[in-house]
Structures are given as structure tokens and as C-alpha cells.
């Protein structure tokens, strides 16, 4: 058998496993699976383009919802969005995308055209931090709230290199002073804006285009101190960054990168080449990303030429076995998704519930917990859908098998599944020289146990299509020599 290796359109096409294309296929810890339909959530769409999304918990686990449009700050509220702007909403800007963070119980939003905003409460509206700057990016760490790439009078107007920290444990409070730690600065040891920032562990990492720098806080009379790690490694964009909680994964102006607090190092194994041929460089800033830490995928969505800077695509990685696939899906937004919770006035009509029926476990009990988490997207239609349906079409196309000099014929290719598709099907191909071109020798469907293809080569590639929820370990080909030209 041929253990399938990966989507690797950057390695030799007659590397074992290797598939030189897929659609719609995601890697596991086994092989390659089909990538879920995206399933309606039931909740009605947002009444424009949405900007940024987030679930935030608080303290006491209870979880917010919110998703932004470039005028106004929504929160789910049972099957519905509420709008949760300040007073008179917001002006936003062509480009602004609204970015979340908790702090304690203060669910915080920014997006660099508006002072920070900042909800207490379930159902409460946003407010703007009086003292706060207009940033682009915000992050939690070390009891501080951080801002990036600021517009604030106090640190020299627009000043997309300038970081600020609210007061220790003070999300209210922005005016550096002696007695409460908030502190402003600048990234000047290498050129241009600060584009991503992110937690690692107790520190902060904040990316330049072509710069890393790492920053900690170390008390009075510095606060945070920022050291440049490299200044040739950065991020394009703020959702071009995955934390996976020991590390950040990124995609950088020319390669994917992985960085754990000491060095940046690339992922050898990213499609690098074909990633950068196939993106679209003058709007690649617009790459979203996701952790599904369930699964252990990290997701890049980015634009594809032509899209007119929309996400159409996405790349997806697996941690654990160092494996691409690759999915289409138009998205506006990523997140991940929770569902309603259901409480006594929300219980279904139909389960005859009261009080003297409820089971005999305390009110808190995760059994009584019935709301779900799954990896949500807006669609371009601006509603929320899960990725939780059965797969669709999905296909995969290998590399080149057989013998340099002999020519063989393929009578059988036997698919290990552990999950049968609904259909399969198979095109055969050949061709008789290293590099040229590929001869289409028929198609065979999955008939039994494997397809029954019939054609004499050098070399042979397949293309299976498949429909339906299935897993796809490797493949066994039967060839039978013919000899020598």
C-alpha cells in the first residue's frame, strides 16, 4: 500500500504518497478525510459584510457571541443577533475589521478607527474606554490590556509602530502615570507597521511585515520590554497568526513559519511555492485564520487571483502529522461557534420538563450544559454556519507511480478506506516520459472493494472523486510489467 503523505504540490511528483492536487480534503492522523459542508445555524444573517467575530467567556464560563459589520457591534441572543453598538454606532472605515479580547468579565473590541470598546455584562451595550487609544490590534497578557498600531494624541498621533498597556489590572485606564503602570513605546529597530500581535504564555509577540519582536513585562521603570528576535521573519497579516497555545503559526511574506518564544523556524513541509502562486499578493493582508484544537487543524483562508480580494480558499495543516490539505469555501469570518445554552425558559416544549422532573445533579452540572462548540464561518450571504455537515465532493489527485525505464500496466487500484464514501470514481492517466505530458486512459467507479482502471505507462497518475463522508488511508496499484521500450 501507498500511504497517502499529503497535499505536497511543491515535491517531486513521484515522491511516495505525495498528491500533487484535492479539493475538499482535510488530513487526519491516519490519511486524508473529506471537509465538511458547511450546516445553517439558525441564525438569521447580519444585515452586512461581517468585519470580525469572536466567542468570548467570562469569568464565571458564561460565553458572549459577538460579530461586527463595519458600522455596528452585534451579541447572539438565543437564536438572533442584537445590535450592541455605543450610542449613534460607528463609522468604520473601507477596510477595518473589528478584533475581540476578554479581560475578566470586560468583553473588549477594537478596530483602529474607534477608541476601544468595552461591555460588562450579557446583553449590556459596547461604550467607548474614554482614555483608550484607537487600535488596530488588541491583546490580553500579564494582567494588561495591549494595544497596536495606534491613533492617540499621546503617543504622537497616527502611529501604526506604537504599543500602549492599560493600568495593571485596569482596563479602564490608559494615562501613563507612576502609580498605575500603563505605559506607551514604539517598534523603530526595524521598518514599518505592526500587523499582527498575539499571546504566548505570559509574553506578547508583536509582528512586523518583515520583524518579530517579543515582549515582557518586567515592572517599573520599563514595564514591557520588547526585543527585536529577527528582522527578516514577520507576519502579513493579524489573522495570519494561529496560536496553538505553546507556539504561533504563521504565514509570512514568503514562507510559514513556526515560533515557540526562541527562534522562528519554517515549516518545511508548507507548499510554500504553490501557496504564494496561488494566493493573491495584492490582497493577502485579508487572510483569516482558525485552530480547530478539537481536530488539531490549523486553517488559513486567503484570496485567490481574480477573487477581487475575497476568501475563497483555505490551506489546512495537521499539527500532529505534519500534513496539508486543501478546501474551498468562501467565507467572510472564522470562529468558533457556540450554540445557545439551554436553561429551564429555553428547554424544548415538547420534553415535559418542570421542576420536580429536572435530574438530581447540581444546577451547574455540564450534563445540564447542552449548548456546542464547533468551527463556524460567515458565508458571503453574512450568516453563521457550523462545519458540521457530511462532506459534499471532495477529490484527490496523486503523483507519478511506476518504473523510469520499464512500462507497466495498471489493472487495479485497491483504496484502503476506513470510512467508505456514498461514490467514488477514478480517472487514470499515464505518461511515457519524466515531465511530459499527461494521457487520460478512462475512468473506473468504485466497484467492490477497488476501481478497475486499464492502461499501459511509464508512468501512472490517478484523480478520485468521491462524495459523501469518507477517510482515505492509501492506495494499492496492481501493476503488470510489459517491458522495455
Not at 138 to 158: E, Q
Not at 198 to 209: F, P, T
Request: hydrophobic share 35%.
Amino acid at each position: 500500500m501507498i500511504p497517502l503523505a499529503g497535499f505536497m504540490p511543491d515535491a517531486d511528483s513521484t515522491t511516495a504518497g505525495a498528491l500533487t492536487d484535492c479539493t475538499n480534503l482535510l488530513p487526519t492522523l491516519r490519511g486524508m478525510a473529506g471537509a465538511p459542508t458547511p450546516m445553517d445555524a439558525g441564525v438569521p444573517a447580519l444585515p452586512a459584510e461581517c468585519r470580525g467575530g469572536a466567542v468570548l467567556t467570562r469569568l464565571d464560563k458564561l460565553s458572549r457571541v459577538f460579530a461586527g459589520t463595519r458600522t455596528a457591534l452585534y451579541e447572539l441572543s438565543g437564536a438572533a443577533f442584537v445590535n450592541q453598538s455605543r450610542s449613534g454606532g460607528y463609522t468604520g472605515s473601507q477596510e477595518n475589521r473589528w478584533r475581540f479580547e476578554q479581560f475578566g468579565n470586560a468583553s473588549l473590541a477594537c478596530n483602529e478607527t474607534e477608541q476601544i470598546q468595552v461591555s460588562t455584562g450579557s446583553g449590556t451595550a459596547f461604550a467607548d474606554i474614554p482614555q483608550s487609544p484607537r487600535a488596530r490590534i488588541i491583546v490580553t497578557a500579564s494582567g494588561f490590556v495591549l494595544g497596536f498600531g495606534l491613533n492617540a494624541t499621546y503617543v504622537g498621533g497616527d502611529r501604526p509602530d506604537a504599543w500602549a498597556c492599560s493600568g495593571l489590572y485596569d482596563h479602564l485606564t490608559w494615562t501613563p502615570s507612576d502609580s498605575n503602570q500603563a505605559a506607551f513605546g514604539y517598534l523603530l529597530n526595524t521598518p514599518g507597521d505592526i500587523r499582527a500581535a498575539k499571546r504566548l504564555g505570559n509574553d506578547v509577540v508583536a509582528y512586523k511585515e518583515n520583524s518579530l519582536y517579543l515582549g515582557r513585562f518586567v515592572g517599573k521603570p520599563i514595564i514591557w520590554q520588547w526585543d527585536l528576535l529577527s528582522s527578516n521573519v514577520g507576519a502579513v497579516s493579524a489573522e495570519a497568526v494561529i496560536d496553538v497555545g505553546t507556539a504561533h503559526l504563521f504565514i509570512g511574506r514568503d514562507n510559514f513559519w513556526l515560533f515557540d518564544g526562541a527562534r522562528p523556524v519554517p515549516i518545511k513541509s508548507a507548499p510554500k511555492e504553490w501557496f504564494f502562486a496561488h494566493c493573491d499578493a495584492t490582497y493577502r493582508y485579508r487572510i483569516r485564520s482558525h485552530f480547530d484544537q478539537a481536530k488539531n487543524l490549523c486553517w488559513w483562508f486567503y484570496p485567490t487571483p481574480g477573487s477581487g480580494g475575497a476568501l475563497t480558499n483555505a490551506l489546512v495543516y495537521n499539527l500532529t502529522m505534519d500534513r496539508w490539505g486543501k478546501v474551498t469555501l468562501p467565507i467572510e469570518t472564522v470562529l468558533q461557534y457556540q450554540g445557545a445554552e439551554t436553561n429551564y425558559d429555553s428547554w424544548p416544549a415538547d420534553a415535559s420538563l418542570t421542576f420536580d422532573t429536572l435530574p438530581d445533579v447540581p444546577f451547574d452540572s455540564p450534563s445540564l450544559d447542552t449548548s456546542s462548540s464547533a468551527m463556524g464561518v460567515v458565508g458571503l450571504d453574512h450568516k453563521i454556519r457550523t462545519l458540521t455537515g457530511p462532506c459534499g465532493a471532495a477529490s484527490l489527485t496523486t503523483g507519478d507511480f511506476g518504473d523510469d525505464e520499464q512500462f507497466s500496466t495498471l489493472t487495479r487500484v485497491t483504496p484502503r478506506f476506513t470510512k467508505r464514501p456514498g461514490a467514488s470514481n477514478l480517472t487514470h492517466y499515464t505518461r511515457d516520459v519524466d515531465g511530459g505530458d499527461l494521457e487520460n486512459r478512462g475512468d473506473s467507479a468504485l466497484s467492490g472493494a477497488h476501481y478497475d482502471p486499464l492502461g499501459s505507462g511509464r508512468y501512472h497518475r490517478l484523480r478520485i472523486e468521491l462524495q459523501g463522508d469518507f477517510e482515505l488511508v492509501g492506495f494499492t496499484p496492481a501493476l503488470t510489467p510489459d517491458g522495455y521500450e
